[in-house]
């Protein structure tokens, strides 16, 4: 969302800590916008429910692939991943309850959020190695040099989503607030440029985390689904991963670029921009951590349903 305030608002500031991208915390011009508070209580209640749904769905994922975990790898690093998505998210409510005060210290600020950050470019490749992966096996017979390769390419993934993650964090700094006492954990870019660093933040991560990932897993799955012998039913899941992907990051990453264009100058700036900007960012970050809940009834119905592993997993 692009901040074009005098002085940052205290809401704005708040929601820098929530945004994947961080948002643009550095945006000061002389016109403030009213953002949009009202959605704040029901932001606080969805995100709880997206904890407890994703840490209850994800263990159970974990739990019932513990003995399959050698054919499983990929969904398992998935279900792990996700995990530690929704696990953090209590820091994030716990702020936006105490009105974007960081009340946890300067460290915290920073694990929390390359936990999050690691987690979630994780998250996302892992989808992309999953559609791979399936696309290869009806090609390949299985293999202990396929183990061995699956295991290089999750020591890869980790590996990338930590480099992905890492510069972002290098800027968090606990920042005084001048709205009210405390402090807030967001990114200080560099002062000379602060606009172009936070769309290089938001444009990158586009990229990374849409851009190259949803094609690869379109491209796959539509293989997949048009491989014979396919039955209706392969078919209706391999093109429900591709849509649940779609349906739960690209209205995020519409709303990321024109706050890109926003910050870059292409689009000028306007209080009913900036407040459309601030709704649609909140709400669409809400609906893409939902699929850190979709993805394990998804990915845990590969082959036999979840429910089938979770019975089998319960036989000692």
């Known amino acids: 969302m692009s901040l074009n305030a005098a002085d940052l608002s205290e809401l704005l500031e708040l929601w820098a800590e929530l945004n994947l991208t961080e948002l643009n915390v550095s945006r000061v011009e002389a016109l403030r916008c009213s953002g949009s508070p009202a959605l704040l209580p029901a932001l606080s209640v969805l995100y709880a429910a997206i904890f407890l749904l994703g840490v209850a769905a994800n263990a159970l994922v974990l739990w019932a692939e513990r003995r399959r975990c050698e054919t499983r790898l990929y969904v398992v690093n998935l279900a792990a991943a996700d995990l530690v998505v929704v696990a953090t998210l209590p820091l994030w409510v716990t702020s936006l309850?105490?009105?974007g005060r960081w009340p946890f210290g300067f460290a915290v600020c920073k694990l929390a959020h390359l936990l999050f950050g690691v987690s979630l470019f994780a998250s996302i490749f892992f989808l992309a190695?999953?559609?791979?992966?399936?696309?290869?096996?009806?090609?390949?017979?299985?293999?202990?040099?396929?183990?061995l390769q699956r295991r290089l390419v999750c020591l890869l993934v980790w590996s990338a989503a930590l480099a992905a993650s890492a510069p972002d964090t290098f800027f968090l700094q606990l920042v005084k607030s001048t709205q009210?006492?405390?402090?807030?954990?967001?990114?200080?870019y560099p002062s000379d440029s602060p606009r172009r660093w936070t769309a290089g933040v938001q444009l990158s991560f586009f990229v990374l985390g849409f851009a190259l990932p949803f094609p690869v897993m379109a491209v796959c799955y539509l293989q997949v689904a048009a491989a014979p012998?396919?039955?209706?039913?392969?078919?209706?899941?391999?093109?429900g991963y591709v849509v649940a992907f779609a349906a739960c990051w690209l209205p995020f990453h519409?709303?990321?670029l024109l706050d890109?264009?926003?910050?870059?100058?292409?689009?000028?700036?306007?209080?009913r921009l900036e407040n459309f900007l601030d709704a649609a960012l909140r709400l669409t970050q809400c609906c893409s951590l939902l699929h850190c809940c979709v993805n394990p009834v998804l990915y845990g119905s590969l082959g036999r349903t979840f429910l089938d592993h979770v019975n089998q997993s319960v036989q000692f």
């Open 260 to 271: 890109s264009l926003a910050l870059l100058g292409a689009l000028s700036f306007s209080c």
């Open 180 to 188: 009210h006492d405390g402090a807030v954990c967001r990114p200080v």
């Open 97 to 99: 309850l105490r009105g």
């Open 129 to 147: 190695c999953i559609a791979a992966d399936r696309l290869l096996s009806l090609r390949a017979a299985a293999g202990r040099g396929r183990k």
């Open 229 to 239: 012998p396919g039955s209706d039913r392969q078919r209706r899941v391999a093109l």
């Open 254 to 256: 519409a709303v990321l």
